[in-house]
């Protein structure tokens, strides 16, 4: 079995975006409409921008998966672009001919916006420092690749992981923690998990959601962005993914990465976070109760966030994501030209978001569903769907027997589904959430 790995490829407005993902195991079941509701999920929260009205997102699975499973070999996907139909010669592939060049010569000298050169680096964003690194006198190649549109990408292939990881019992959500500064109320998260997914942001907090909505209007009346925090759960992990033995086989140390790795996203916090370093040691560290009534260990809190030296407790896991505001606005900062190097008023502006916490909480999901598939392969090996399942039951019986516990019963979890430090309780269904005391 080797390891799993994916890459993805593929220009914000080129014709297609590709995801490969080598490593999977035989048996996972796989249909494109399954990672279509994921897609979905990623176009939208309110204060998404013009694209999400363009495109309809799919994903189109080209190999790797037979009869609707997967086969153990490299699973390639596509999304298309709908919006390349209005960027063909603009993005096209092949060398422009000296008439195509002369038409986007002739367009960019009518004021074509699309045809022109982008020159007018935008602060925040990836213009600049790729411009220079990769030696482009004009922007469009950087902020295609560093768009975050991009991470659709990412999200069908977490949609694959998903799949996996639920035959595992094995599952991750997310939610809209903060939005402009206004955050939610941990005791006022009385949604269920469906009426917070079926919400304008996503938000278990209603009270707070309605002030969030406000901040993203007032930053749209100014021609301004906001940004905000994301939060993942993820339930049913056993004890003992993860190393302590090396830095980079610690499973806080990947995530860290995972999190960091999305587009705009500027800080990540497992547990409690930042917030550990302003309370004494007591109040932090989670008291280890004993063995539960289903054999697994069970701890008093969770500020930990189900990750301790870097591997699984048997807790939930619970990993939250930054989210600077968007780079691109509509009322421009100033800024200077790539060519000339002097001042200009106005950076380049491209229709964008107001705010994009709602889907970058999808994107998180992704990101934490993929870097689990990898360390679950890792800890049980396996060429097929059912060799990992029993690979993974055994070590759970295994550990339970010694005395260690198996831990993450499931997606409904261990003796409290409200267990832990960050993720707002949902009284309702008591699915969402591993946040505060018992």
Not at 18 to 23: H, Y
Not at 143 to 161: F, I, K, N, P, Y
């Amino acid at each position: 079995m080797t390891g799993f790995r994916f890459l993805t490829a593929g220009e914000s407005h080129g014709p297609t975006l590709g995801v490969i993902l080598e490593g999977l195991p035989a048996g996972i079941p796989v249909t494109a409409e399954a990672i279509a509701a994921d897609l979905r999920r990623r176009q939208g929260g309110y204060g998404r921008g013009a694209r999400q009205a363009i495109e309809r997102d799919a994903a189109e699975i080209v190999a790797g998966v037979r009869h609707g499973l997967t086969i153990g070999s490299p699973v390639l996907l596509l999304v298309r672009n709908r919006d390349w139909e209005s960027w063909t010669r603009v993005m096209q592939v092949e060398p422009l001919s000296g008439d195509e060049a002369a038409e986007l010569a002739a367009l960019a000298a009518v004021g074509a916006k699309r045809a022109q050169p982008v020159t007018r680096v935008r602060p925040g964003h990836a213009d600049l420092a790729g411009a220079l690194k990769y030696g482009f006198d004009d922007v469009r190649p950087i902020l295609e690749r560093a768009s975050a549109r991009e991470t659709a990408a990412r999200v069908a292939a977490g949609a694959v992981c998903r799949a996996f990881l639920a035959e595992l019992g094995i599952e991750a959500w997310s939610f809209t923690a903060e939005v402009g500064g206004v955050a939610v109320d941990r005791d006022a998260c009385t949604r269920t998990r469906a009426e917070a997914e079926a919400s304008p942001l996503r938000c278990p907090d209603p009270a707070a959601e309605a002030r969030m909505i406000a901040r993203i209007d007032e930053a749209r009346s100014l021609g301004d962005t906001v940004g905000g925090v994301f939060e993942v759960v993820a339930r049913g992990l056993p004890i003992g993914l993860g190393s302590h033995v090396q830095w980079d086989r610690r499973l806080d140390a990947a995530l860290g990465a995972a999190i960091l790795g999305i587009q705009g996203v500027k800080g990540v916090e497992i547990g409690l976070g930042f917030e550990q370093t302003r309370r004494r040691g007591s109040e932090v560290h989670d008291v280890v109760e004993g063995r539960g009534p289903d054999g697994g260990w069970v701890h008093r809190t969770n500020n930990a966030g189900g990750l301790t030296g870097g591997i699984t407790n048997g807790e939930p896991l619970v990993v939250r994501g930054a989210m600077k505001p968007i780079s691109t606005l509509a009322r421009p900062l100033p800024s200077a030209d790539l060519r000339t190097g002097a001042p200009v008023e106005t950076a380049h502006y491209e229709r964008s978001d107001i705010s994009v916490v709602p889907a970058a909480g999808v994107i998180g999901e992704a990101m934490v569903l993929l870097t689990l598939t990898r360390f679950v392969l890792e800890k049980t090996g396996g060429d097929s769907l059912a060799e990992v399942a029993d690979n993974l039951a055994r070590y759970r019986a295994r550990i339970a027997g010694a005395g260690a516990g198996g831990g993450g019963t499931g997606p409904g979890g261990g003796a409290s589904p409200l267990r832990g430090a960050a993720a707002p309780p949902t009284p309702a269904s008591g699915e969402a959430g591993s946040g505060g005391d018992d």
